[in-house]
């Protein structure tokens, strides 16, 4: 059998790259002028007689988190394939470059974000019927906080609450809906201790997550989080005159809501959906807004319950009622099914698939020990997820692979190897012939060359 031959091995091969799905990469970071905006943002960190931009170091560094690294060092597989990635700095030199955007850290988030929204603005420009919002609907930005454990004395590092050791930032992710991903558009590093539900981090990254969005679309977002947000403080925030915001938040179960749903008729109850929009057997929905006092809360708010049967060997809680779980949120829409309603706050599940996808690209273990450092990280991890999240949505529309994780499209289309052909005063890339996603790859690198770079 093949698999049992001896192979010989030598490392004398000219013209041959790894990772040559990368050019899908550095292609996008062009047409969307994400390497124009960081070059132009940074430019004040750029010492005299410098070799390297920073804008170029921060986008490699986004590179090689993109295509899997996990710490600075990992930059060196870019770095050996100067052909397709181009001059890559120093180890010592981003070492240098992180410290001093890091002892500057309010300017130097404030340029890489101001980078990040420029170029979201061209990606959803160029993205056309495929942007979030083109067909004038809302779109969801889901906040969440996650945990990401520390496993050394790292600056600002305490125990969670989950009982682990670390950090718990909060994030903000845009959902493209069913037929895409997501994208970040605010990672906010937090001490480990830091509260779930302190309407101050919320607000603080809703402001961060809005500034990211074109102008236009400001006022086409639907905030949605878990009980964690469903603070008096942050709804207040979200509603006050000339914000224009929706929103779906999840809402504690207090004493008053579970007299209120006791008192609910059977009537009431409406049949759950699922995530197809059909009925769903053993689950319901009911609005218990006239039976609650909702003095002090926003003008318009609306509470609304779901009651479904627990799956079997599930721990019932002591608020369940009946042998049925509930849960509640609270929404300022006014108009459509309970149903609907309540599946739309329903897919905000998504945002944990999307931290997931975060975590594999970075900010599972945040390399760095300064607090600042570990800042600046975080939106390099942001920049990463950035590219993954706009190469499907610019090149791969229309195709199953718009869908794919960060892992699938590093193992179907980034980690291909190929063959640099020089000839003609031109370069070809050359894959196998035999490799099964080598359509997907070619469709979508003849898409994002036929785009124009910013001028």
Known sequence: MASRRKISASADADGLLS??????????????????????????????????????????????????????????????????????ASDPTISRLIDRLASDPTRALKAIRAARATARARAWTLAGPAAPGADGMLIPLDIDATIVIAHSDKEQATPTWKKTFGFHPITVFADHGEGGSGEPLAIALRPG???????????????????????HRRRQVLIRTDAGGGTREFLTWLTRPGRWLSYSIGFTLTDDIQHAILRLPKTAWTPAYDCDGQARPGAWVAELTGLLDLAGWPKGMRVIARKERPHPGAQLRFTDIDGHRFTCFATNTSRGQLADLELRHRRRARCEDRI?????????????????????????????????????????????????????LRLRLFAVAGRLIRGGRRLRLRIAARWPWARDLLTALHRLQALPAPT
């Open 19 to 88: 990772h040559a799905g990368g050019l899908l990469l550095t292609r996008t970071l062009a047409i969307t002028g994400l390497d124009r905006a960081l070059s132009h943002e940074l430019e004040r960190w750029r010492p005299s007689r410098a070799v390297h931009d920073p804008g170029k170091v921060i986008a490699d560094l986004a590179i090689s988190l993109a295509l899997g690294g996990d710490c600075l060092a990992d930059i060196a597989m870019l770095r050996a394939q100067p052909e397709l990635f181009g001059p890559i």
């Open 193 to 215: 201790n830091a509260g779930s539900n302190t309407a101050a981090d919320h607000i603080d990254a809703t402001r961060l997550a809005l500034a990211q969005l074109p102008k």
């Open 356 to 408: 997931r996808c975060a975590k594999d690209t970075g900010l599972t273990n945040l390399p760095l020990h300064d607090f600042t450092q570990n800042q600046i990280w975080c939106e390099i991890v942001t920049l990463a997820c950035e590219l993954l999240s706009w190469m499907p949505m610019l090149a791969l529309h229309g195709t199953t692979a718009r869908r794919y994780e960060p892992k699938r």
